[in-house]
C-alpha cells in the first residue's frame, strides 16, 4: 500500500512539473531575437604530408597516394585516396613524389593542394 502511494505521489509531482514548464510563456528579461541560433561554420584544419602517387582515376576525381605518417590527424604511413580536381589531377601522374595539403571531412579527405616534391 505505501509502495503504491508513493508511485502516485511521484507520478502526480512528475506530471505537475510537466504541466508547469508548458505553461511557461516566456522568460521575461530574457529577449534571444538578436542571438543568433546557428554556430559559425568551422572549417576543417589542413595537414601537410607527402607521399607517392599510386593511382589516378579523372572520372570519380581521386589520386590514390602512399604516404608516410601524418601527426597532424594521427594517420600512420597508408595508402588511400582523395578527393582531387581536374586541375590537381591534371599536374601529377603515377609514380610522381608529391608534397600535398588536405582537409579531412568525417571519412573524406580533400587535396587542397598538391606539388610535385622538389
Do not use: C, Y
Request: no cysteine.
Amino acid at each position: 500500500m505505501k509502495l503504491t502511494l508513493i508511485a502516485v505521489a511521484s507520478t502526480v509531482v512528475a506530471l505537475s512539473f510537466a504541466v508547469h514548464a508548458e505553461d511557461m510563456p516566456g522568460m521575461p528579461g530574457m529577449k534571444m531575437d538578436d542571438a543568433p541560433m546557428k554556430q559559425p561554420a568551422t572549417q576543417a584544419p589542413v595537414a601537410k604530408a607527402a607521399g607517392t602517387v599510386e593511382a589516378i582515376d579523372s572520372e570519380k576525381h581521386t589520386v590514390t597516394i602512399a604516404h608516410g605518417a601524418v601527426p597532424a590527424v594521427q594517420w600512420p604511413p597508408m595508402i588511400m585516396g582523395f578527393r582531387a580536381t581536374e586541375a590537381q589531377l591534371a599536374g601529377v601522374k603515377v609514380g610522381d613524389q608529391v608534397n600535398f595539403e588536405f582537409q579531412l571531412a568525417g571519412s573524406t579527405a580533400t587535396l587542397v593542394s598538391i606539388d610535385l616534391a622538389k
